[in-house]
């Protein structure tokens, strides 16, 4: 034991920042872009249901697994919530992510996450984040591309990224929606996803490495 030092150990996620693999694709194709989002309106799901608001979502806090699966990191900014009545009034979270009612200072809910997680939909599906400013994000302001995406993924991220927090979907709503349920099951019964495979193949190279090398 170590009277002076505290010590965490924590899980290696292979494939690293989610970031750097949507910069490198630009943007996924469909059947990947709903196995990502799906995976983190779960994770969202999860902690609401646990009394917890993450509140700083972005590309750069997710992390992939070599089989595909997320996980969120920097949970620093993470508060419980009642998910009953309660509010919470700090200001955090990252700009061009953060939910208007953070940013005018406003008492603010669960659905405060659901507008980050339309943002960071946004960027997974269209390529890009939405706002390019505060000054639009607080507008309202931002084009959909046209001709890319069957028509059930606009009025969905509309959705989440609607100014008025009482009108953002829940969880539940999202994952319910015909469109995304199969892939809920999908996920639930452990489906890896194959984009990932260069990953794995070198997280197995590390693994044998690190062995050979213990061997010696």
Same mark, same amino acid.
């Given at each position: 034991t170590d009277v002076k030092f505290l010590y965490m150990v924590l899980e290696y996620i292979v494939g690293g920042e989610f970031f750097t693999h949507l910069r490198k694709a630009g943007r996924f194709d469909h059947q990947a872009s709903k196995f990502f989002a799906t995976q983190i309106i779960l994770v969202f799901e999860y902690m609401h249901t646990s009394d917890f608001i993450y509140r700083d979502l972005k590309p750069e806090n997710i992390f992939v697994t070599s089989d595909g699966v997320i996980k969120l990191g920097d949970v620093g900014l993470a508060k419980v919530c009642d998910v009953s009545?309660?509010?919470?009034?700090?200001? #955090? +979270?990252?700009?061009? #992510?953060?939910?208007?009612?953070?940013?005018?200072?406003?008492?603010? =809910?669960l659905s405060a996450d659901l507008f980050s997680a +339309?943002?960071? +939909?946004?960027?997974?599906?269209? +390529?890009?984040?939405?706002?390019?400013s505060v000054a639009k994000l607080l507008r309202g302001a931002y084009v959909i591309p046209a001709n890319t995406?069957?028509?059930?993924?606009?009025?969905l991220i509309r959705g989440m990224l609607s100014p008025?927090?009482?009108?953002?979907p829940s969880c539940m709503d999202i994952l =319910?929606?015909?469109?995304?349920?199969?892939? %809920? %099951?999908?996920?639930s019964q452990g489906k890896q996803f194959g984009h990932f495979s260069n990953v794995k193949a070198k997280a197995d190279a590390q693994q044998r490495a690190m062995r050979d090398h213990i061997e010696e």
């Open positions: 009545n309660q509010t919470i009034n700090s200001y #955090c +979270g990252t700009p061009l #992510c953060m939910a208007p009612e953070i940013h005018d200072e406003e008492p603010y =809910k +339309g943002a960071v +939909g946004f960027r997974i599906f269209y +390529g890009r984040l939405p706002f390019t995406y069957p028509p059930w993924v606009e009025p008025d927090p009482e009108d953002r =319910k929606m015909p469109e995304l349920a199969p892939v %809920v %099951v999908e996920i």
